[in-house]
């Protein structure tokens, strides 16, 4: 059993690593909060997420096909193939849309059919995070940037400013377990119970943001567009909710795509002009790359398996 759970744990990192920018890139690379207590925050309440919440999003990803110990664990291989490469890249991407991607390219040539009906929510909810992301990044930073202001104290500004980066990264990082970690174990949970899927997956997001995420955590921060310390803050806020609220219906999203929209509803309401629209179209492209990256690697995987007369 161990060693089919062996890529999920390898997914795990590859998420962590590659998400850790998503939660705390902000606030870090503008000084806010250091990295080592960012990753040491974030990684815990990782776990707490998965552990209290990841069980609602595990059924979604239990429902979009049937999974033999087999097929499972080479979906989540090929997840977390194009994950690893991602990072390398430099590019946050999506965890949700890898997995899925992975998914169907596996049942191209396995017995087991898709749920279509489950995967068009899911797809329909990768559409609605980026717009949920602006929607909150833009009606936060309206709410409460004219009590902020009035603070006259810079002093007492940057108090509170890093209190509220510290709580809204904590927040982060329990949306993001209890969002995401659906993606890493989700296809196990009818061999291993939904339990023991939500600490193995945390536990493994968590260990990927303390060992690798520093190759990431600065490109949300400030390529997107240059955010003054408040506006990352908000930035993140934004971000959180969207995940949280998509945690609570149950469906995996990418804190990518919310972070990114986030990070530019918060822009628009802060009047900031100099979005990079390179680095986001990069980034857009990434995230149709991902699911088709995935699938093709799948693929692979399958006629591999194929070949030496493995069924799945």
Same mark, same amino acid.
């Given at each position: 059993?161990?060693?089919y ?6 997914f795990g990192?590859s998420l962590?690593? &590659? ?21 040491l925050l974030?990684g815990? =309440?990782?776990v707490?997420g +998965?552990l ?7 059924e979604?990803?239990?429902?979009? *096909?049937?999974?033999? /110990?087999? %097929? #499972? ?8 193939i ?11 991407v999506s %965890?949700?849309?890898a997995i899925?991607?992975a998914i169907?390219?596996m049942?191209?040539?396995? &017995? ?12 329909? +909810?990768w ?15 309206? *709410?409460f ?7 006259? %104290?810079?002093?007492?500004? !940057? ?5 509220? +980066?510290?709580?809204?990264?904590c927040?982060? *990082?329990?949306?993001?377990?209890? &969002? &995401? ?13 939904? !339990?023991?899927?939500?600490? @193995?997956?945390?536990?493994?997001? +968590?260990?990927?943001? @303390? ?6 955590? =600065?490109?949300v921060g ?9 506006s %990352?803050? @908000?930035?993140?806020?934004? !971000?959180?909710?969207?995940? /949280?609220?998509?945690?609570?219906? #149950?469906?995996?999203v990418?804190?990518s ?6 990070v530019l509803?918060? *822009? ?8 990079s629209?390179?680095?986001?179209l990069?980034?857009?492209?990434? /995230?149709?790359n ?10 692979g ?10 069924? =799945?």
């Open positions: 059993m161990f060693v759970l062996i890529p999920a744990l390898f990192w962590g690593a &590659n998400d850790a920018a998503n939660i705390f890139g902000p606030p870090v690379s503008s000084k806010l909060v250091k990295y080592r207590t960012a990753v974030s815990l =309440f990782i707490i +998965a209290l919440q990841g069980g609602n999003g595990m979604t990803v239990r429902s979009v *096909s049937a999974y033999s /110990w087999v %097929s #499972g664990s080479m979906s989540v291989l090929a997840a977390a194009t994950m690893t490469i991602m990072t390398f890249l430099k590019v946050p %965890s949700s849309q899925i991607g169907i390219g049942n191209i040539f396995g &017995n087991n059919s898709v749920n279509w009906s489950v995967l068009l929510k899911v797809v329909a +909810a559409v609605g995070t980026p717009l949920g992301g602006m929607l909150f990044g833009f009606i936060s930073h309206k *709410s940037s004219p009590l902020f202001n009035k603070i006259g %104290s810079i002093v007492m500004q !940057e108090r509170i400013m890093k209190i509220m +980066a510290l709580i809204i990264g927040y982060g *990082s329990y949306a993001l377990g209890a &969002n &995401n970690v659906a993606n890493i174990t989700g296809v196990f949970v009818n061999q291993i119970g939904v !339990e023991a899927a939500t600490l @193995i997956g945390g536990v493994a997001i +968590a260990l990927g943001v @303390i060992t690798f995420s520093r190759r990431v955590m =600065f490109t400030k390529k997107i567009t240059p955010l003054d310390p408040f %990352s803050m @908000i930035a993140i806020l934004g !971000e959180s909710l969207t995940v /949280w609220v998509y945690a609570l219906i #149950g469906i995996p990418s804190t795509q919310a972070v990114v929209g986030s509803g918060t *822009s628009l309401a802060a009047g900031h002009g100099s979005i629209k390179k680095q986001v990069k980034i857009v492209i990434a /995230w149709i991902t699911p088709l990256s995935a699938g093709l690697i799948a693929v995987l399958a006629l591999l398996l194929k070949l030496f007369g493995i069924t =799945f």
